[in-house]
Antibody, heavy 121, light 113 residues
């Protein structure tokens, strides 16, 4: 059974960075991609980017280009999402989700439990 | 970016009655590989999203058959044949065709009347 387990909640100051982890078990980590999706309080879903671990190639939504870095460690089956220059609008639940590696997305049938990141002075 | 527009945004439904959510895209969602990557998600209160339907009409494992998806091109629909109490939540459509720009609809909140 595929499981994605994310790191715990974070509280950060404006201007700082946060790094959220997503550890996968079950299935072959390197055969898939990992996407990151966030959801601000009371708001909808927003895709941030994706990495294909076997290739180490990441793609990012234009909105987050230059501010987000997604990486993966194949040896520990863990993906990471680092968001820099945090502002209050980045307060959200951040989800990782297992994706297919092609130039398209059928969405995600495995999700992490979500990590709440609160940005506050 | 491709804009996904859902309607209605709020959907009060009587238990046992059908429900329908529309999702329209600003561009065709037919991919160069011939597939249409229009997907539907359900998010129950306090839970992570769950995919219900992928590529327009394919139901995920474990999804009740009262859920169905249809449509083509730019116009898509999620239907629930008979709403049950466990269906309360927010429903999102999402396009994965125009890679790497994945976009969602605004969400439709389904509640029981």
């Amino acid at each position: 059974q595929v499981q994605l387990v994310q790191s715990g909640a974070e509280v950060k100051k404006p201007g700082s960075s946060v790094k959220v982890s997503c550890k996968a078990s079950g299935g072959t980590f390197s055969s898939y991609a990992i996407s990151w999706v966030r959801q601000a309080p009371g708001q909808g879903l927003e895709w941030m980017g994706r990495i294909i671990p076997i290739l180490g190639i990441a793609n990012y939504a234009q909105k987050f280009q230059g501010r987000v870095t997604i990486t993966a460690d194949k040896s520990t089956s863990t993906a990471y999402m680092e968001l820099s220059s945090l502002r209050s609008e980045d307060t959200a639940v951040y989800y990782c989700a297992r994706d297919s590696p092609g130039p398209y997305s059928s969405g995600w049938n495995y999700w992490g439990q979500g990590t709440l990141v609160t940005v506050s002075s | 970016d491709v804009v996904m527009t859902q309607s209605p945004l709020s959907l009060p439904v009587t238990l046992g009655q059908p429900a329908s959510i529309s999702c329209r895209s600003s561009q065709s969602l037919v991919h160069s590989d011939g597939n249409t990557y229009l997907n539907w998600f359900q998010q129950r209160p306090g839970q992570s999203p769950r995919r219900l339907i992928y590529k327009v009409s394919n139901r995920d494992s474990g999804v009740p058959d009262r859920f169905s998806g249809s449509g083509s091109g730019t116009d898509f629909t999620l239907k629930i044949s008979r709403v049950e109490a466990e269906d309360v939540g927010v429903y999102y459509c999402m396009q994965g065709t125009h890679w790497p720009s994945i976009t969602f609809g605004q969400g439709t909140r389904l509640e029981i009347k």
